[in-house]
């Protein structure tokens, strides 16, 4: 980014909140280890462009835990995953497509993306699933993109909340 765009973008953009200047800026992130419900909901921000790993002939690695769950049921997630690999190594072994085989995949399972949009898009995604009420995974998620594009770009980013809380929504990352 130019200076004299930066400087027009802190000058118009964010004091005016003239938001139309923003979307000659672009940023580009490749996320991983995200579950396939995460992207999901990432997806329905239209204003973005993505780009989702197909599990069509890959089988997932692990299933995203959730962060507050006790060892017990952390151990029991673990052996339901097992138990889903060896469900989707039997159906490929007697015969059934990687492509058919996969319908079993739960939406928990690890995937990866690559998004693309410009900083008014960025700015509108990040501030609405900074929510308290968002689900954790993309909570983590949009906090962890404002962290990356306020080193790039923090007139904009580096002091975003979500505007409809109450609350700081930082503080309350893994609730």
């Not at 995200?34 to 692990?62: A, M, N």
């Not at 308290?132 to 007139?155: G, M, N, Q, V, Y």
Request: proline share 6%; aromatic share 10%; charged share 25%.
């Amino acid at each position: 980014m130019t200076p004299s765009l930066r400087k027009r973008i802190k000058d118009n953009a964010i004091s005016k909140k003239h938001y139309s200047l923003l979307e000659k800026v672009w940023f580009h992130i490749d996320f991983s280890d995200v579950s396939r419900l995460c992207v999901d909901q990432f997806r329905t921000h239209r204003h973005l462009s993505f780009h989702v790993e197909s599990q069509g002939q890959k089988f997932p690695s692990s299933l995203v835990k959730p962060p507050n769950l006790t060892p017990e049921q952390s151990m029991t997630w673990d052996h339901v995953w097992v138990d889903i690999n060896k469900m989707y190594s039997h159906l490929v072994t007697i015969g059934i497509p990687p492509a058919n085989a996969r319908r079993i995949i739960p939406i928990g399972a690890e995937s990866s993306c690559s998004v693309s949009g410009n900083a008014r898009s960025w700015y509108e995604f990040i501030q609405k699933r900074l929510c308290i009420h968002c689900d954790w995974e993309i909570r983590i998620l949009a906090e962890e993109t404002r962290k990356l594009l306020a080193s790039k770009f923090p007139e904009l980013f580096e002091k975003m909340s979500c505007p409809g809380c109450i609350e700081n929504c930082f503080g309350t990352l893994t609730s």
